[in-house]
């Protein structure tokens, strides 16, 4: 990443990315009246993921730093797979990652009608063409790099005669397919977006906000950039696979003499173990291999809001990977570990028993509850205390014992003693197994000296076991998510699908978990101590009936 300095708010230099640069040159020279207006051209046909979210940072995040605005400008120009579902979605998710479109909200749609006029008037320059071709015959006549392009018969049409077939074209007097309106460029050009790219076509098709007023839509290379020139935007930012599209867009608009608006591409976030193509997600949600946009394991960002990520921890993540110029990949725990982070410092702590087997105290009196406290987050001493329930019979986790146990093992087992979060220490006993041989049922007493935040026992305990008392505790389920490829490059085997993780879902059910979690709330993440990071899961939870998802991990120990 190429940088520059800048102070800082501590008055040390600070780096800045090549953005930065040219933004400060700008505003430092006067371009654009001292003016920054970024844009936001999301094309709703899908949900937003992680690569937008990195987009949304830049263009809203660089605006905001330099006093400027940002508009969402929707690029709706393709009504056959777009919808106001996902123009919903997109809202929300921009407004929860902690952006306002303060520049305005607009659609390539209200632009439209001035679109049209644009195309008119480069066909009366004789700078655009009707062509009756198929698309197959189009494709041939295009050339190969390095081999010049053969010119279609129809390229030399007057400009009245295409004025006076696109005229038809936009009334609806030709089929689907039958002819395109293409720009008059160059053939032999370098680029092969510059020979004579279509910039109309025709659809029969319902757009979700003009209905059937039209049936000729631009493509998106030359809707484009003149609706940053409409909106005069001052900034257009993109990801470095529009590099090759900017030769277009100057042209349309030098062409056209319209406002200058200028395009800077910046390399896209590429992660492992992920997909990021709207076109392939989709194919996840069609085959049933998750249960919709916003299934814990996408990497949309509705996904990984009902996972249990946090604006900040997401606006932290493209933060530190930084706005590049050559694209790299980079590692998805960079994103976990901005979670992890960002949760050790904000998340309440509760306790909860995955896989349960009962813990009875056998010198506590039976029937009697002791109310204990604890802290909520020893992370932030404004988050106070709470009080739990402690009793003779407790949950504990079916691996927090062991009938054989080395000296490396800090757990309870015969001839342990471990001390119990926020209570006792208590030592083993014996223990009860069932039929298949497996331990039902694990005997202690307890040391009544001992109660953490008073222990006058002496003793040393070297393992801390969670817990949930019996009588007090509530049934859950749980779901543990995992990465939803199992290789670093799901595409490497050619089809993603082959890459599945059939492991990136486990259910858990009749989990036990502390009453203070009745109250849970959606949005709220919460570290069940020693098993990680969990959100109350906002499609099906239902009152009397949680769902929690697992979040992300405490530790990195994802081996591939």
Not at 50 to 79: E, M, W
Not at 451 to 476: E, N, Y
Request: proline share 5%.
């Amino acid at each position: 990443m190429e940088k520059s300095d800048a102070l800082g708010d501590e008055g040390k230099k600070q780096p800045i990315n090549f953005i930065e640069q040219k933004i400060q040159a700008d505003l430092a020279s006067g371009k654009h009246d001292g003016r920054v207006l970024t844009r936001f051209p999301p094309e709703p046909n899908g949900y937003l993921h992680i690569g937008h979210a990195k987009a949304i940072c830049v263009s809203f995040g660089l605006a905001q730093k330099y006093g400027g605005l940002t508009n969402l400008r929707f690029d709706d120009t393709n009504p056959e797979k777009e919808s106001t579902e996902y123009v919903d979605a997109i809202r929300d998710d921009i407004q929860w990652l902690g952006f306002d479109w303060n520049g305005g909200e607009y659609y390539t749609s209200d632009y439209f009608d001035q679109l049209y006029q644009f195309a008119v008037e480069l066909i009366k320059k004789g700078l655009a063409y009707v062509d009756d071709q198929t698309a197959e015959e189009m494709a041939s006549q295009k050339g190969a790099p390095g081999t010049p392009g053969v010119a279609s018969p129809f390229r030399g049409r007057s400009p009245e005669e295409n004025l006076q077939l696109f005229e038809q074209m936009k009334k609806g007097q030709f089929q689907e397919g039958a002819c395109v309106l293409r720009a008059k460029i160059d053939m032999a050009h370098d680029n092969m977006l510059m020979r004579d790219p279509i910039i109309y076509r025709i659809k029969y098709v319902e757009h979700h906000r003009t209905g059937n007023e039209w049936v000729i839509y631009p493509m998106y290379d030359f809707a484009h950039g003149q609706s940053d020139s409409i909106e005069r935007i001052t900034h257009s930012l993109c990801s470095l696979e529009f590099e090759n599209h900017r030769p277009l867009y100057n042209w349309f608009i030098e062409s056209l003499g319209i406002y200058p608006s200028e395009q800077t591409e910046f390399a896209r976030l590429n992660l492992n173990y992920t997909i990021m193509s709207k076109r392939k997600l989709l194919r996840l949600v069609e085959e049933g291999v998750v249960d919709g946009w916003d299934d814990p394991r996408m990497p949309t960002i509705s996904g990984l809001r009902r996972r249990g990520y946090t604006p900040e921890s997401i606006r932290v993540f493209a933060d530190r990977i930084g706005v590049a110029k050559r694209n790299n990949v980079i590692d998805v725990s960079l994103l976990e570990w901005s979670l992890r982070d960002d949760l050790n410092r904000r998340a309440p702590r509760v306790m909860a028993v995955l896989n349960p087997i009962k813990l009875v105290i056998l010198n506590y009196p039976e029937g009697e509850t002791e109310w204990l406290e604890t802290v909520n987050n020893p992370e932030d001493e404004a988050e106070g205390t709470r009080s739990i329930p402690f009793s003779r019979e407790l949950w504990i986790e079916s691996d927090d014992f062991r009938i054989d146990a080395n000296k490396k093992w800090f757990r309870l087992a015969p001839g342990r003693v471990v001390r119990l979060k926020s209570a006792y220490i208590v030592e083993y006993a014996d223990h009860v197994i069932d039929a298949g041989g497996n331990v039902v049922e694990v005997h202690v007493n307890y040391v009544p000296t001992s109660k953490s935040g008073s222990d006058v026992s002496g003793i040393k305990a070297k393992g801390t076991l969670h817990w949930v008392a019996q009588s007090h505790s509530l049934d859950a389920e749980v779901r543990l998510y995992d990465r939803l490829f199992q290789t670093p490059d799901p595409e490497e085997s050619g089809d993603f699908m082959n890459s599945i993780n059939p492991k990136s879902l486990e259910v858990l059910s009749h989990c036990k978990i502390e009453p203070a979690l009745a109250e849970a709330k959606i949005g709220t993440t919460y570290q069940f101590t020693r098993l990680g990071y969990f959100t109350l899961d906002a499609k099906y939870s239902k009152p009397g009936a949680p769902v929690f998802n697992r979040s992300v991990t405490l530790k990195d120990g994802w081996k591939g």
